[in-house]
Nanobody
Framework: QVQLVESGGGLVQAGGSLRLSCAASGTIFTFNPMGWYRQAPGKQRELVAIISSSGSTTYADSVKGRFTISRDNAKNTVYLQMNSLKPEDTAVYYC????????WGKGTLVTVSS
């Protein structure tokens, strides 16, 4: 059974940094793509960044220049380096992966204080 497990969330002050990790288990296949979505209180889930198995990336306009997505295909792991965090980045961040269907992690909370 495929599982996505996120780690790295927490509380940080505005301007600070966090690094999220998501490890996939239960499969030997390479997901394409993998990525991150987020959902703030009272808002819909939105795309943050995705990365293909070849390394092509897509970012939401709101995080361009501040967030960097990367992956390690050998470990089936995707990362999100978040710099210059803002209070509006506060949300539950969900790992996403696609192979035969869509897979989601349970989410990790990121709280940015002003």
């Amino acid at each position: 059974q495929v599982q996505l497990v996120e780690s790295g969330g927490g509380l940080v002050q505005a301007g600070g940094s966090l690094r999220l990790s998501c490890a996939a288990s239960g499969t030997i296949f390479t997901f394409n793509p993998m990525g991150w979505y987020r959902q703030a209180p009272g808002k819909q889930r939105e795309l943050v960044a995705i990365i293909s198995s070849s390394g092509s990336t897509t970012y939401a306009d709101s995080v361009k220049g501040r967030f960097t997505i990367s992956r390690d295909n050998a470990k089936n792991t995707v990362y999100l380096q978040m710099n210059s965090l803002k209070p509006e980045d506060t949300a539950v961040y969900y790992c996403y992966a696609q192979y035969d269907r869509h897979y989601w992690g349970k989410g990790t909370l990121v709280t940015v204080s002003s």
